[in-house]
Nanobody, 128 residues
Framework: QVQLVESGGGLVQPGGSLRLSCAASGFTLDYYAIGWFRQAPGKEREGVSCISSSDGSTYYADSVKGRFTISRDNAKNTVTLQMNSLKPEGTAVYYC?????????????????????WGQGTQVTVSS
């Protein structure tokens, strides 16, 4: 079975931190680009951060630069999104996705339709 499972979501106060994890089974993430996307109610799904399968190149949306960090641990077949200084507008369902790299991570990260495998999502709520 090919599967991606997100974990680590929850309720956090503005300015707080969360660490999201994406675990793969049925395939190895070594050969795939990995992306984190989020979708708030009534809004389009948007790319948050993505990491290359080849050289580790990363992309961050302007809204999260300097606050979020994406990393991968191929030995554990996981990808992590460290989210610091969270803001209320960060409230959304966060999804991880995977696809064999077909372009730059920047190009892929702003195009949700190119991603092949998707997790079920984890809710992040930033509120006082």
């Amino acid at each position: 079975q090919v599967q991606l499972v997100e974990s680590g979501g929850g309720l956090v106060q503005p300015g707080g931190s969360l660490r999201l994890s994406c675990a793969a089974s049925g395939f190895t993430l070594d050969y795939y680009a990995i992306g984190w996307f989020r979708q708030a109610p009534g809004k389009e799904r948007e790319g948050v951060s993505c990491i290359s399968s080849s050289d580790g190149s990363t992309y961050y949306a302007d809204s999260v630069k300097g606050r979020f960090t994406i990393s991968r641990d191929n030995a554990k077949n996981t990808v992590t999104l460290q989210m610091n200084s969270l803001k209320p507008e960060g409230t959304a369902v966060y999804y991880c996705a995977a696809v064999r790299r077909i372009s730059t991570v920047q190009t892929m990260c702003v195009a949700p339709t190119v991603w092949k495998y998707w997790g079920q999502g984890t809710q992040v709520t930033v509120s006082s």
